[in-house]
């Protein structure tokens, strides 16, 4: 039994929910079991999305809303009822994930939710365009341009580190190009989870020595297990 609904009380307070949603649009990627969340059945996404949605107070005016693929993933009705919360709890600020092959369509987004501020994260894992296509198996490149260019529409990228063929100087160099571009930077270490990406634990020694300094950098939220969200499907 997983847990869809949590607070954020340390940094970046925010109330968070992890919704079911359709099948994420690329559900490729290589490290990935979350997608086993997903569903084709309206109904069924509707009604757990509702009882989680119920829980959300508003307190902190800032939601967090996360899903097994992309905002534009989530049924209608879920949507129609985040836009109903929005305004009934007073929500100013609302966090969504996105897929790199959405980035033009964040403005419909925007537009749906009229008044908010939408702050957009995606999962970059690695600013190394040969280990995310070749290993993660997301299939898009950025070049130095496209980086600049998606700062502007995202406020945050996920990092995937401390995986087996990664390297230090792979992991040194995306935490200075996120930290360097975009407003916000989630870092997840990785936990194998079943899938055919292993974690490499001398990184993780390696790298918990060198930055676990971030913790207190506000523009960072350092996930050492995937459960520190405090929401989670099993």
């Known amino acids: 039994m997983g ?13 968070i929910v992890l919704l079911k949603s359709f099948p994420c649009k690329y559900g490729k990627c290589s490290f990935c079991n ?11 996404i509707d009604i757990v999305n509702m009882e989680a949605l119920k829980k959300v107070t508003g307190e902190f005016e800032v939601l967090e809303v996360i899903n097994s693929g992309s ?12 836009k109903r919360i929005v305004i009934e709890k007073s929500i100013k600020v609302l966090y969504f ?5 959405y980035i033009k369509r964040l403005k419909e987004i925007e537009r749906y939710f009229p008044g908010v501020e939408i702050r957009f994260r995606m999962g970059v894992e690695t600013f190394d365009n040969d280990f995310r296509v070749r290993v993660y198996n997301k299939n898009f490149i950025m070049k130095n341009e496209d980086i ?15 995986v ?37 634990d001398n990184l993780v020694k390696w790298f918990i020595k060198k930055y676990s300094y971030l913790t207190s950098d506000n523009k960072v939220e350092l996930l050492l297990d995937n459960k520190d969200l405090g929401v989670f499907e099993q």
Do not use: W
Request: proline share 1%; glycine share 4%.
């Open 3 to 15: 847990i869809r609904y949590n607070k954020i009380t340390d940094k970046h307070q925010r109330e």
């Open 34 to 44: 979350y997608i086993e969340d997903n569903s084709l059945d309206e109904k069924e």
């Open 71 to 82: 905002v534009f993933e989530l049924t209608p009705k879920t949507l129609e009822e985040i």
């Open 97 to 101: 994930e996105i897929y790199y092959g």
């Open 148 to 162: 600049e260019k998606i700062s502007k529409e995202l406020f945050s990228v996920c990092l995937l580190v401390c």
């Open 164 to 200: 087996k063929g990664q390297t230090k100087e792979m992991i040194e160099n995306d935490i200075k190009i996120a930290l360097e571009n975009f407003q916000g930077v989630t870092i997840n270490i990785f936990i194998n989870n079943g899938t055919v990406i292993e974690r490499d």
